[in-house]
């Protein structure tokens, strides 16, 4: 097996990915001076960036006092921080590389000083609401660092500080999220067991925010993140056909199966008459859509929707409009129950006739109908991708995805199902 310490390249375009648009970290680098905030999406990876080349370093370090503080800037037309590589973020802080944009501002890779390390900072766009939920997403990050002591589940929040009107979060800096590892590894699955026991961390995750009675709410590949860059290569025996000589030939393997959760921007406290929606598209319970009220089923949901993207490299609902959705869902699992459909919201009605979805006759396009026709049941979407411990798998994934959040496992349900039984764990 060959062995290699990986450097993560910054993306230098815009690569959108094939399947779908995404959001986040795919944006265009400047190529020198000031960078502006462009808006692409609402999540930024702390994936890690690669080292800014010496001659690059020279045209935006050079003339920079060490400490000293950088000249003032206006923000852009949207309240994003305007700066430089090379820039001082405070006296401890120097600006290295962008990392990742999204609605909420930038995320920056800066060196910290004082801690000898390098950082992730979140700087949030200099608007009152903005800056608002920034607050909100400290308090929630201090009180999961006060009870997750070993800091093994969620992102660890280093500091913050006010400068110039931008709230700034400093992160430990960690590795690429799933969906950037997926999306550089050509959308090829991840192993069962490297599933297992990415699947076995999150629910831990999920299981301690709700009992803290926290939701979070937005959970997806994008916002998991792995704590190492390593990676391994690794023969794709469903490519043998191919030669070893073809780099296609080899797929990535994480070397290490540690993750953290990210992005707290969405989690809220439990309470009474949830009804706005949550969650990024093709990852939101069925509850969300149909405007029923939601809880920490929702999450749950959306940790059954990542286990199938990493057993088949592919997102399990790729559509972006709500009655294309719900026929994917029956398409995979089935009829939506009768009692669920006589609770639907006045904005939910219109995707159902005479006691049924309104489908295919409601389709936008033949495209719609399609997209919907291709995809397979459940099981037999598992059992294409996975060789060992399907049955167990498709067990668990049918209870992670019953239509009714009051009948499907909680957290904690899930963790002592069979498929995370300690005979199945392997070394990896």
Same mark, same amino acid.
Request: glycine share 4%.
């Given at each position: 097996m060959e062995m290699e310490h990986v450097t993560i390249i910054p993306i230098t375009h815009l690569d959108r990915p094939r399947k779908r648009p995404r959001f986040g970290w795919d944006v265009p680098q400047a190529q020198v001076g000031i960078f502006c905030g462009q808006e692409v999406g609402n999540v930024a990876s702390y994936a890690s960036s690669g080292a800014i080349s010496d001659h690059t370093s020279s045209l935006f370090f050079k003339g920079v006092a060490q400490n000293g503080s950088p000249p003032w800037r206006e923000d852009d037309k949207d309240g994003h921080y305007m700066f430089a590589l090379g820039d001082n973020l405070t006296s401890r802080y120097k600006i290295h590389s962008k990392m990742g944009e999204g609605t909420f501002g930038?995320?920056?890779?800066?060196?910290?000083?004082?801690?000898?390390?390098?950082?992730?900072?979140?700087?949030?766009?200099?608007?009152?609401?903005?800056?608002?939920?920034?607050?909100?997403?400290?308090? &929630?990050?201090?009180? @999961? !660092?006060?009870?997750?002591? %070993?800091?093994? /589940?969620?992102?660890?929040? #280093?500091?913050?500080?006010?400068?110039?009107?931008?709230?700034?979060? &400093?992160?430990?800096? @960690? !590795?690429?999220?799933?969906? %950037?590892?997926? /999306?550089?590894?050509?959308? #090829?699955?991840?192993?069962?067991?490297?599933?297992?026991?990415?699947?076995?961390?999150?629910?831990?995750?999920?299981?301690?925010?709700?009992?803290?009675?926290?939701?979070?709410?937005?959970?997806?590949?994008?916002?998991?993140?792995?704590?190492?860059?390593?990676?391994?290569?690794?023969?794709?025996?469903?490519?043998?056909?191919?030669?070893?000589?073809?780099?296609?030939?080899?797929?990535?393997?994480?070397?290490?199966?540690?993750?953290?959760?990210?992005d707290f921007g969405s989690t809220t406290y439990e309470r009474q008459d949830q009804n706005y929606i949550v969650s990024t598209r093709h990852y939101r319970a069925p509850e969300v859509i149909l405007g029923l009220g939601w809880s920490y089923p929702c999450d749950v949901w959306s940790v059954g929707c990542i286990l199938v993207e990493l057993c088949t490299g592919e997102a399990l609902f790729q559509t972006h409009e709500n009655l294309e959705h719900l026929a994917m869902m029956e398409r995979v699992l089935g009829p939506l129950p009768q009692h669920m459909l006589k609770r639907v919201d006045r904005h939910a009605e219109k995707y159902f006739r005479r006691g049924r979805l309104d489908w295919p006759e409601g389709a936008a396009s033949r495209e719609s109908i399609k997209a919907v026709l291709k995809l397979p049941r459940l099981q037999n979407l598992v059992m294409q991708h996975v060789d060992h411990s399907a049955g167990d798998l498709i067990h668990l994934l049918q209870g992670l995805l019953r239509y009714d959040p009051l009948d499907r496992l909680t957290a904690r349900e899930a963790l002592r199902h069979t498929f995370f039984a300690r005979d199945h764990l392997r070394m990896l």
């Open positions: 930038q995320v920056l890779e800066c060196w910290d000083r004082e801690r000898k390390e390098m950082v992730a900072i979140k700087i949030v766009r200099g608007i009152k609401k903005y800056r608002e939920a920034a607050m909100i997403e400290i308090e &929630v990050l201090q009180q @999961l !660092g006060k009870h997750d002591k %070993d800091g093994n /589940r969620c992102v660890q929040i #280093r500091n913050w500080f006010d400068y110039r009107n931008h709230i700034c979060i &400093v992160f430990e800096k @960690l !590795g690429p999220s799933l969906y %950037d590892f997926l /999306r550089k590894n050509n959308y #090829r699955s991840f192993p069962i067991d490297l599933v297992r026991e990415i699947g076995r961390q999150l629910l831990e995750c999920v299981a301690f925010m709700h009992d803290l009675h926290m939701i979070h709410t937005d959970l997806k590949p994008e916002n998991i993140l792995l704590v190492s860059s390593d990676y391994v290569k690794v023969p794709d025996y469903k490519n043998s056909t191919r030669s070893p000589k073809d780099s296609s030939y080899y797929k990535r393997v994480p070397k290490s199966s540690a993750i953290k959760v990210i």
